[in-house]
């Protein structure tokens, strides 16, 4: 067979789990296990998601290590935003949209009907593509969720976490002096940088990126990519990224989701140098995707 066919037999042939044809090796590294030197922050078993009668996830299981950056590629529709979503329950939000197996936060069953709902998606915070400031003010932007979540007694402790956020985000220095002005106003960079200041606000063990840089120019993904980078410190980070670069430059695991399925997980420096399978090794030298 040449590169070509014995490619397209895998594609055709039925995945599943981890036992995908075309693994080199039927390594450990395909479970998704974070690093030894990490605690687990999230784990989702045999996660299966449905659009009415259609399954976009099959059978995911995978370890979010905590503090760790994560990093989610692979084609456009391979289901990385659906499996994201799932992360904080935000596929709630669509009606057809059903999802099955276990997902846990420390420990915790996030599909709990009892989770309470609102929590979870501040412990779980959530930066989209587009940068999605409220029409407010960039202080208001901060404070609101703080405000609803009873996190503050008072204004000079409310000051405070604001303060406190935009500096961690990297945007303090930029936008102290003008606090009043709306959070719209800003350019792209600084919009995204105030959107993760906003997660960051109300103490999230968890930060979702959906390809947060892929509406920013070059300067501006780099001062989002050197703030990944610091956040990893405090909190974990799983980041969906169409850019093998990006996830190259941010991330210390890499998974790599194709029609739907995890195929493998590993360090990000193995599955860039030394993937542990056909499909991996097809999309990060370019073959499709
Ligand atoms: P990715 O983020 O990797 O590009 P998605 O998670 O957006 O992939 O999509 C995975 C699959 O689920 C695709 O086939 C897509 O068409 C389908 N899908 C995503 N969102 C919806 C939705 N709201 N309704 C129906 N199908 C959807
Ligand atoms: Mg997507």
Not at 29 to 44: A, E, F, W, Y
Not at 95 to 118: A, N, T
Request: glycine share 8%; proline share 4%; with cysteine.
């Amino acid at each position: 067979m040449d590169q070509r066919e014995s490619f397209m037999s895998v594609v055709e042939s039925p995945m599943n789990g981890v036992n995908l044809p075309g693994a080199r090796e039927q390594g450990e590294q395909t479970i998704g296990r974070p690093l030894l030197d990490r605690k687990v922050s999230m784990r989702c078993r045999n996660v299966d998601v449905f659009y009415g009668d259609k399954q976009a996830i099959h059978d995911v299981s995978l370890d979010i290590g905590k503090h760790e950056v994560l990093a989610m590629i692979g084609p456009s529709g391979c289901g990385k935003s659906t499996f994201l979503r799932c992360l904080n329950r935000m596929n709630d939000t669509i009606d057809i949209c059903r999802v099955e197996g276990s997902l846990q936060l420390d420990d915790e069953d996030i599909q709990d009907p009892g989770m309470d709902v609102e929590l979870l998606r501040a412990r779980v915070g959530m930066v989209f593509q587009k940068p999605n400031p409220f029409p407010k003010s960039i202080y208001e932007n901060i404070a609101y969720g703080p405000r609803i979540h009873g996190l503050t007694r008072d204004k000079s402790e409310l000051d405070e976490i604001v303060e406190n956020a935009l500096t961690r985000a990297g945007l303090w220095n930029e936008v102290k002096d003008r606090l009043d002005d709306v959070g719209t106003g800003l350019s792209g960079g600084q919009q995204q940088r105030l959107c993760i200041a906003r997660a960051i606000a109300i103490n999230p063990e968890v930060i979702l990126m959906d390809e947060p840089c892929s509406a920013l120019d070059p300067i501006a993904t780099a001062t989002v990519e050197e703030l990944i980078d610091e956040l990893r410190q405090r909190y974990t980070i799983v980041i969906v990224t169409h850019s093998m670069q990006q996830a190259a430059r941010v991330s210390q695991r890499t998974a790599y989701f194709h029609m739907g399925r995890l195929v493998e997980v590993d360090r990000t420096d193995r599955i860039f140098t030394n993937p542990g399978h056909e499909l991996t090794e097809a999309y990060i030298t370019g073959r499709f995707g």
